[in-house]
């Protein structure tokens, strides 16, 4: 038997191939037999070339059909997409490129030198560029190449995608996720919020991680319906389209601009049936206003790069403000103490979760993939979380100081060791406080050493040419000394209390 999750997409499809797949602002059209043939001739091209099954193949480009369109050759040939954000640096691609030593190397072509040096230091054999309007050497060179692929057979465990996500440590690490924690993750959501044929997903998501990608285009593959494709999230194309669509996908940056806007009305809503917002926590004050504005309740739900989804608010039933909802199928949870024993009623502990959803572990880290998961199975999600009597899920915080802002994920030691590396700095701790637009905005408290003199925006300006841009400091603070507990351990607590107000968040 095939595990391929293309061939689970592809038993899903219209029986009509000119059924309309996307469609995007400018009335471009592309059906589910498109991506069939388009996957297919992409799929042959790079096996022609000498890509084997389990290779990597990383990718950093702007949105486009054809990008959704290379992600599904790369399954369909079996070999490892890897995609990475188009925010990253020289510096950050460097490391990816070293751990992954993908075999080929998708980019942007107005950084096609960049790409070719990058390429040639590790080692690469094949590097592309593909633009946000469907051009570039790639399908240029593969533009003859004939648009038939027997999907290559894949089993349960073998890795689809790598994802990578920062560490605590601050080296980041490869998320491996395989057909079937994709297929069995795809499946569930696909049954939660109830998939039609006629539902149309306004998609104005990044789809380098899994909201855009996984939780959005897997949705509408699986349910046979049609995606408007936006390039980026544009509050005046939103609203223009919201009356077209049925579903949209979001974090809650998104919603709280959409509120910002007098003509974002319950009219414009119309024929939605369903708000989605993830990748960050949702403002009471977000969902309550949200729901007076437009008629409708947005469903909160929860998931990390490891895992998928775990979580959902129901899509029949009460949706709750502050919560992520129950468990999906498939999914079992449990909250713990520090002892590994499951605290009762609404306290707080440290989640776990397990299901046929939880990644296979952390490319070529064999001692962190088993520190992360308990000896019954369990992964340690590093949230801390609560739940209520009905069974609905809080997350109240993270115990290894995760900083969400605008959906993206930053861990402060990353960021902390850039600033330690600057002239003048003797120490430096990363934090997180509420914004109004992003939900966390980073901040930094910087000691400088005896006698030197450091400014706010050279610090902040050096690091933009270090850092993606969501990862740097909007505010730094200098300070004398940093707070420590008795063991010398920095209470980051502090310091978002003391700084919490800094964004006027009410």
């Not at 306004?202 to 049609?226: D, M, N, T, W």
Request: aromatic fraction near 8%; charged fraction near 20%; glycine fraction near 10%.
């Amino acid at each position: 038997m095939n595990h391929n999750i293309y061939t689970v997409f592809e038993s899903r499809f219209p029986a009509q191939a000119d059924t309309v797949l996307l469609e995007t602002p400018q009335g471009e059209t592309w059906s589910y037999g498109d991506a069939q043939s388009e996957s297919a001739r992409l799929a042959r091209f790079l096996s022609a070339l000498g890509v084997t099954p389990g290779d990597r193949v990383a990718v950093q480009v702007d949105k486009s059909p054809q990008v959704l369109f290379l992600y599904l050759a790369c399954l369909r040939a079996g070999f490892i997409y890897l995609p990475l954000n188009t925010a990253y640096t020289e510096n950050e691609l460097d490391y990816f490129l070293n751990d992954a030593r993908p075999a080929v190397m998708v980019g942007q072509p107005e950084q096609e030198r960049r790409m070719a040096a990058l390429s040639g230091r590790h080692g690469v054999n094949h590097t592309f560029t593909l633009g946000r309007d469907g051009g570039g050497s790639l399908l240029e060179a593969s533009r003859k190449t004939p648009a038939e692929f027997g999907d290559v057979t894949r089993q349960p465990d073998d890795i689809a995608v790598i994802l990578y996500t920062s560490g605590t440590t601050g080296l980041p690490k490869g998320a491996m996720l395989s057909h079937a924690n994709l297929a069995a993750n795809a499946l569930a959501l696909n049954k939660a919020w109830g998939w039609q044929t006629d539902d149309v997903m306004l998609h104005a998501l990044p789809i380098f991680h899994i909201h855009g990608l996984f939780v959005a285009c897997h949705s509408v593959l699986l349910g046979g319906g049609k995606l408007l494709w936006l390039p980026h999230f544009d509050p005046d194309a939103v609203i223009r389209l919201l009356p077209h669509s049925t579903v949209f996908m979001g974090v809650p940056t998104f919603y709280t601009r959409l509120l910002s806007r007098p003509d974002f009305t319950a009219e414009v809503c119309r024929n939605m049936r369903l708000f989605v917002s993830g990748s960050a926590p949702l403002l009471k004050q977000t969902f309550d206003e949200f729901h007076a504005r437009s008629g409708h309740t947005i469903l909160e739900r929860y998931g990390m790069t490891e895992t998928g989804m775990n979580t959902s608010n129901p899509l029949d039933g009460p949706r709750k403000a502050g919560t992520v909802g129950l468990a999906l199928p498939g999914v079992s949870l449990r909250i713990v103490d520090e002892q590994s024993r499951p605290v009762s009623g609404n306290e707080v502990g440290q989640l776990q979760v397990k299901g046929d959803n939880v990644f296979k572990g952390y490319w070529q880290m064999p001692d962190k993939t088993a520190e992360e998961f308990t000896a019954d199975g369990f992964f340690r999600t590093g949230d801390l979380a609560s739940q209520d009597s009905d069974g609905y899920v809080s997350i109240v915080g993270r115990n290894k100081d995760l900083i969400i802002s605008g959906g993206l994920n930053v861990y402060p030691k990353e960021v902390e060791n850039r600033i330690d590396d600057l002239d003048g700095i003797l120490e430096s701790a990363v934090f997180g406080v509420p914004h109004p637009d992003f939900g966390e905005a980073v901040c930094a408290a910087v000691i400088p050493e005896a006698g030197a003199e450091l400014n706010e925006h050279t610090i902040i300006n050096t690091l933009k040419g270090q850092l993606a841009n969501y990862k740097v400091p909007k505010r730094i603070y200098f300070l004398d000394t940093l707070p420590r507990n008795t063991m010398g351990k920095v209470q980051k607590n502090i310091l978002r209390q003391d700084h919490a107000h800094t964004f006027d968040v009410k």
